[in-house]
């Protein structure tokens, strides 16, 4: 139970710092933080939240994650669906919480704002089609479940795998917020796309799918080139 909830608190954490920060700071006044600055927020909710709990459930907080570390051998089968369960709980809990601060501007509009929710084609950023974003998707949750895994090796320099990892978070939103806002994290699409509705539900299909193809791709990877690990 320790391990679930320090799992739904530190997913709360991401998705109100990362998605918090997009909606309520990144056009502030009229020039606010920007890309960089919501890049850095995400990668610093992961950074703060592995020093944090990562001693406690691993820190994953992202069911694409779970999923890729499962298929890298490094996580329990049996823990696959409760952690996800609770990461998604987190996520809806803080999509909650910046809702109701949002609205507390008068004026504010979750769907007309888009609420920091992930999309393709009309509602990408960039106006980006469905497969560049599928691809997007796979390519950065590849990469990323590659990093954590080489961070979290035995082999490794100890102590830094929070750094790299956030980092590295920090990195993909870089790349791919032009593209579809960047999820890389089904619990943090759905953490947002509830409270927007339409077309942010209709669209939260490829949020899930593409990131838990992409982890698993890139635990398979690691696996290849890091060999037996110790």
Same mark, same amino acid.
């Given at each position: ?13 991401? +998705? ?30 992961? %950074? ?18 779970? %999923?890729?570390?499962? %298929? ?12 996800? @369960? ?5 996520? #809806?809990?803080?999509?909650? %919480? ?39 998707? @796979? ?8 990093? #954590? ?22 990195? #993909? ?18 953490? +947002? ?18 990131? #838990? ?18």
């Amino acid at each position: 139970m320790n391990k679930l909830l320090a799992e739904t608190f530190g997913t709360f954490w991401l +998705v109100l710092g990362g998605c918090g920060s997009a909606v309520l700071a990144a056009g502030f006044p009229d020039v606010g933080i920007g890309l960089l600055g919501v890049s850095l927020a995400f990668g610093l909710t992961v %950074v703060t939240m592995a020093y944090a709990i990562g001693h406690i459930s691993g820190c994953h907080l992202n069911p694409a994650i779970t %999923v890729g570390l499962w %298929v890298g051998g490094r996580f329990d089968a049996k823990d696959v669906f409760p952690y996800i @369960i609770a990461q998604v709980i987190g996520g #809806i809990i803080a999509g909650g %919480v910046l809702y109701i601060i949002a609205t507390g501007q008068a004026g504010f509009d979750v769907p007309a704002s888009g609420f920091a929710a992930n999309g393709y084609g009309e509602h990408s950023p960039g106006q980006y089609s469905l497969v560049a974003a599928l691809v997007c998707e @796979i390519v950065m949750t590849m990469m990323f479940l590659l990093v #954590i895994m080489g961070a979290t090796d035995s082999r490794a320099p100890q102590g830094f795998a929070p750094l790299a990892i956030g980092l590295c978070l920090t990195l #993909i939103h870089l790349i791919s917020i032009p593209v579809t806002n960047t999820s890389v994290n089904p619990a943090r699409s759905t953490g +947002v796309a509830v409270f927007v509705g339409d077309w942010a539900i209709s669209q939260l299909w490829l949020f899930w799918i593409a990131p #838990i193809i992409g982890a698993a791709l890139g635990a398979l990877a690691y696996k290849m080139l890091a060999g037996k690990e110790g």
